[in-house]
């Protein structure tokens, strides 16, 4: 159930969405939740800060597209919450896509090279029902607000995540990456 999108560019204001306003306290933010995509996907609200994750309710096609990003507005900073989608450009995606962890193996692609109205979540292998979403932060993170240590547990886990910036260019040669970043990786490269 993803709104039609408007074709003016989306503006930079406080986010609308309300889930994430308890940043890392699930029990006040399931409380108020209600899913932005029913029958698609749902957050499901774990104890401890930072531990909730996204988890379909359906099964998805490898390269379907499992949300537009239409809910999105410019941010003036750069936070855990924000999307890149240009060398200076962040978004928060004011949707339940915000709960899409991290994995070095992952099964989701956020495409957001085009313009605002193209912008999405597209599967990048099949995913199962009940599967908890994740996509390689830095395909479209330079640098990041707060690094972590990855725990994706997958057999080639880069271990910390702090961005594209820090990961060798023959390493990300292997993820998709959006253009903003394969741009910043080769000029970071030429020097
Ligand atoms: C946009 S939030 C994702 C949703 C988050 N799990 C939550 O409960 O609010 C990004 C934050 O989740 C945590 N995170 C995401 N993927 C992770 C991973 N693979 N390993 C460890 N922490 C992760 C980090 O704290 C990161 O800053």
Redesign the pocket.
């Known amino acids: 159930m993803t709104a039609t999108l408007s074709s003016a560019a989306p503006s930079a204001k406080a986010s609308t969405y309300s889930a ?1 306003l308890t940043n ?1 306290d ?1 029990s006040k933010a399931s409380a108020a939740y209600k899913p932005t995509h029913p029958g698609r996907f749902q957050v499901k609200f774990q104890p401890g800060s ?4 996204l988890v379909t309710q359906r099964r998805f096609a490898k390269d379907e597209t499992l949300a537009m990003m239409d809910s999105a507005e410019y941010s003036n900073e750069k936070r ?2 924000t999307v890149q989608v240009g060398k200076d450009r962040h978004i928060e995606l004011n949707s339940d896509l ?6 070095c193996e992952p099964s989701v692609r956020f495409e957001v090279d085009g313009p605002h109205d193209t912008w999405k979540a597209v599967a990048e292998r099949d995913i199962e029902a009940g599967e908890a979403l994740s996509f390689f932060y830095p395909s479209t993170e330079w640098s990041m607000s ?1 690094p ?5 547990g997958s057999k080639s886990c880069l271990d910390r ?1 702090s961005g594209a910036k820090d990961i060798p260019a023959q390493t990300l040669r292997k993820y998709f990456v959006n253009k903003h970043i394969q741009e910043l990786k080769d000029e970071q490269s030429a020097v």
């Open positions: 994430h890392g699930p930072y531990n909730s994750c855990y919450s915000l709960y899409i962890n991290h994995s707060q972590f240590p990855c725990n994706c995540i």
